[in-house]
Each structure stands twice: as C-alpha cells, then as structure tokens.
C-alpha cells in the first residue's frame, strides 16, 4: 500500500468515529436542554419540538426561580413551564448553585409574551405596565 492509501484508510475511521461522537454528543445536549421545560399547552397547530427548540437556544435562566417553576406564554398559543432551579439540580439536569437564582419577582414584574422570530429566535414582547 502506497503512504497516501495507508492514511487515507486511517483517516476515514477516525473521522467516522468523530462525526458519531458529534452528534451523540449535541443530541445529549438537546435532550438535557428538553429536560428544563415542560410544555403545558400547545394550540399553535406546530409541534412541541418547534417551541422547545427556540427555548433551548435562548437563555431562560433570568426567568427561572429558585423553588417554584414558572409559566412562559407564546403569542403562538403556546405555554412552557420553565422548571425550578432545585427541581433540576435535584434531577441532576444542572450542576448549579441556587442561591445564583431569585426566590420571586420583583413587586409588579409582568412577565413577558414570547414569540418565535422568522429564522427560529425567541422574542420576547414587554408591556408597559400602566400606573
């Protein structure tokens, strides 16, 4: 066998075995991303993995709670649970220190109405709250 044969028959293996490693890896990671919500209600007409998606790629830990779980409303029709920061430390879904997370709101704090962005982004619409 010549060199160039020799390592490209090496070099295929490997890069099959890479590639595997890849995307065992990044599947985990959506799994245990999956694992911090919970979808209550879906009347969009879209599946769940669309909304769990977009979740997962934005960071939803400012809207998490140390005890209690919190509901996310979709201008879609959609509600997700956003599970407490003890529930997943407890599940062992993230490694995390609680007192990192606020135990309420503050006073007044309306949560905002998400939507999904046309290339799969979250958004997030705030309201003015009157006085």
Do not use: C, W
Request: hydrophobic content about 40%; glycine content about 6%.
């Amino acid at each position: 066998m010549t060199q160039k044969k020799l390592f490209l028959s090496a070099l295929i293996p490997f890069l099959l075995i890479l590639f595997m490693g890849l995307s065992a890896a990044n599947s985990q990671s959506k799994k245990d991303n999956y694992q911090k919500y919970e979808i209550t209600s879906n009347n969009s007409g879209k599946p769940n993995v669309y909304f769990l998606n977009a979740v997962s790629k934005a960071n939803m830990e400012t809207f998490r709670l140390k005890d209690d779980d919190v509901i996310v409303k979709f201008k879609e029709g959609v509600e997700i649970k956003l599970l407490s920061a003890s529930k997943l430390k407890q599940n062992g879904v993230l490694n995390i220190e609680l007192n990192d997370y606020k135990s309420t709101f503050p006073k007044g704090y309306i949560l905002p109405i998400f939507g999904i962005g046309e290339h799969g982004n979250l958004l997030a619409e705030y309201k003015k709250k009157l006085k």
